[in-house]
């Protein structure tokens, strides 16, 4: 854990620094804008701003952090937080306050993305769900301590303000200090509001009552308790309350959403802040205050948890490489939320009083009961080992790359020192840069591939001749190198693969696979380059990669998301091979089906099908017999199946017979010669299939058929005889 931390102790101390002064300004603020007389409904209106400023960060941070860089954000966005509280503690109008709340937002949310996009630029694959969290705790228990220092100085002082102003400009000092560089920011994909409605309209609600229900309690708790004289540290035990209940909840609700049906789970925890929210004020004018505050960890924390739980509800129904995109609309959705919230709730408290606040949060999540039922009686739940995971988050203004179900982008190279100087000298002598290159690869082997895939960026060097020198010094580290090579110069990989395949004659089966399968959007194009060169003299490990990437991509199906396998298209993917192979080596066309088929057996029917289209176009384009020739093959090939993968067997003699119905008798022999339907030991798989009595009744329909054609065209023929003869005698 700790050489974990170590990297972004001072990241972290600057988010901690900025959010402890962020809790002080939200306990601060209200409570000094009701005792400067400001109606409550103002006070909504003004408090509302901050969201308003979190909306347009969140909108428009990415494109900052491109244009200016982290640090500079960064310590823009804690000069500006400073200017903003100092000026709302000298001019508290209303119409100020309003305009520094929205600009406080805007830096939040700006401020929040850098952090947040720093960490994860650092962090690798293992570490980012554990930083993610720390750093989760870390936000919330600023905000919770920030409670706690309004009782240094009378909130009627401006100490109080000038205190959160220190806070928010010291904490540009660590990250300013770092030794880290702030990372390059690529463009991310968007997905349009519509769009996430569509794919999960649960998740899209869900998160916009978060917003609202959370925004609106956070914002008007502390009217609330003012005017029920809850004040000083009792305030801040109150409110302190609220935010230490939206961090432990986190765990129970995590738990319960992982193992059972996340729309009950909700449900649950709907009607609990619906009752509860009702006994609030009847606590409070019990005069039982520490049942009050249990109540209000609950409700808080129940609240808090909306959010997370809309993320795993949505996350259900995407791609993983679309999760960072729906992140980022969620929580659009939830600034929508969370501008109208305090708004509504301190219009209802200024017209009923200060305990509508909780009569207003029943009454809305109750709303949001009806909508969660109605989603159940429309839609069917998935299986609880296809929901995704619950992960502790907090809508800080960013979409977090750390979350470990992002998709994660691995790092082309990693900047060393010896990686920095070979870069430098490739500049200017590119030859030298690969000596250079081959010798620290010698030393260190390990680091080879780190060398060659910084390197393979530099245009002047050729990557045939670059993977050549590596692999020289570190003969193991081949398929590594191959990888990394891949990922850092995509685009020149088909030239990479045309010189392992034309001059590199050892173990470059292997390495063709691992280069297709670092390119999933062009993995068959790989594998067709290669294909092109091994055509001639090596047919037999043609057959041996085919069947090795097949195997890779159906093994790969076992750890996907059931929505990412869903959209695999894994089928496609079979039959596309196939027919890029086989075009490239007619002679070898049922041996590259029966690879494709063995490796991934579910997609030997519609494969079958290509192979069989393939062979009727073939045999009508060449002299001859096509038919017989055509039967021989096919015969051949469910021979070959029924031995190999037996429970596909009938499917795929079924699709054949569609095709080429003279073939029926002999696939139903085929078939029987090899017990596929009356084994005794076959897999029950086969015959507990529900189509598999309709498959051999199918079978023995044809051959019945066309049993019943020939007896037909053999009488219509004597006829036809018997009519001559006649007419001759």
Known sequence: ??????????????????????????????????????????????????????????????????????????????????????????????????????????????????????????????????????????????????????????????????????????????????????????????????????????????????????????????????DNGIQGFSLSIFMGASIFGAIIFQYPIAYLSDRFDRRKTMIAMVLIIAALSLLVPLLISSSQFNLTLLTIAVVMGLTACLYPMSMSETFDKVLREQILAAMGSLLLIYALGSILGPNLASIAMNMFGSAALFSFTSITAITLLALIIGNMLKQTALPRDEQENFIMQTPSGVASELDPRTQYAQPSFEQTSEVEVAISLAAKNPAAAVNMAKSLAMRDPNNASNLAAALSTIDEIDIGRLYQAITTAAPGMSIHIAEALTNASPEQADELVDWITTEYPDQFTNIIVAIANSMPDNGIDMMEIAAGNMVEDHQDELLEMTDQYMTSLSDSLDDMRPVDRAAAATEQTATELYSRLTDVSPTQSADFALAVSEAYPESSNVVAEAYVSNLIESEEATPGDATANIESAVNDYVTQVAETIPEYAADIASTMIDSVPDIASDMVEILQDSDVFNDSDLSTSIKDKPEHDELEEQLQYAVQTQADEIDKNNLDKANLDKQNNDKNS
């Open 1 to 226: 854990m700790t050489s974990t931390l170590k990297p972004f102790i001072l990241l972290l101390v600057s988010g901690f620094l900025l959010m402890l002064g962020y809790g002080l300004s939200n306990i601060l603020l209200p409570v000094r804008m009701q005792n400067d007389g400001i109606s409550v409904d103002n006070i909504g209106i003004i408090l509302s701003m901050l969201s308003v400023g979190f909306l347009l960060g969140a909108i428009y941070s990415r494109t900052l952090l491109q244009r200016v860089g982290h640090i500079r954000i960064f310590a823009m966005c804690g000069s500006l937080t400073s200017v903003a509280i100092l000026l709302s503690g000298l001019y508290p109008e209303p119409l100020m306050l309003a305009a520094m709340r929205m600009l406080t937002g805007f830096c939040m949310a700006c401020a929040n993305a850098t952090l947040d996009s720093w960490l994860s630029h650092s962090a690798t694959e293992e570490s980012r769900g554990r930083i993610l969290s720390i750093n989760q705790m870390v936000i919330m228990s600023a905000l919770f301590s920030g409670q706690f220092l309004l009782n240094v100085a009378p909130i009627t002082d401006v100490t109080l303000f000038i205190i959160a102003g220190i806070l928010f400009s010291l904490s540009i000092t660590p990250i300013v200090i770092s030794k880290q560089l702030g990372p390059q920011i690529e463009d991310s994909q968007s997905m349009s509001l519509m769009t996430i409605v569509k794919l999960s309209p649960l998740g899209v609600i869900c998160c916009f009552y978060g917003g609202f229900l959370y925004a609106g309690l956070v914002n008007m708790l502390p009217i609330f308790a003012s």
